[in-house]
């Protein structure tokens, strides 16, 4: 099932079932580097973010993170603009 409607979503949910809509194989170094290419805001929102990891201000830089990054489509804003292997 490629994209459940919202009945089978709550369905799934409450029967305790996960919905994943995508799974990728890919080397990290490349999507990073297509990410800095293609949707460069976001990828500079992480790195800001890079130094919080594993420190007591972890959480609320995360929250920050979410709270304030662009909204972008990881399949049309970047695996679409990548070029055919």
Known sequence: ?????GSQLEA???????????VLIANVQTL??????CIPEVVRSLETHAGGIGTSSEQQRLLHLYLTMPTRN????LLSLLPQQ
């Open 1 to 5: 099932m490629e994209k459940p409607l």
């Open 32 to 37: 990073w580097e297509a990410g800095r290419q």
């Open 12 to 22: 799934i949910a409450l029967s305790g079932g996960q919905w994943n809509t995508m």
């Open 74 to 77: 990881f399949s049309s804003d």
